[in-house]
């Protein structure tokens, strides 16, 4: 199935912090997020769902970054959860 899209809301949510706000901008992890292109990323994996057959997808982004992590450091599939 194709991944859900979850509306990204500028509305603070009160008692909750931004996770921008949480992590270091600094980080080398952080950084490299900001180079990717991740719509360009998508638009070459979105052709591999299909709507309406299996489960819902898992987001893109994620998928894609949790590969990068298991391969730059040497990761098994538990550890990269």
Do not use: N
Request: net charge positive; hydrophobic share 40%; aromatic share 8%.
């Amino acid at each position: 199935m194709v991944p859900r899209t979850t509306p990204r809301s500028t509305q603070p949510v009160p008692g909750r912090q931004r996770l921008a706000d949480l992590i270091d901008p600094h980080h080398r992890l952080a950084r490299l997020a900001g180079f990717i292109d991740w719509s360009a990323i998508k638009a070459r994996f979105r052709v591999l769902y299909v709507a309406g057959v299996g489960r819902p997808g898992v987001p893109i982004r994620l998928m894609v970054g949790l590969h990068y992590l298991k391969h730059a450091f040497d990761l098994s599939d538990e550890e990269s959860l």
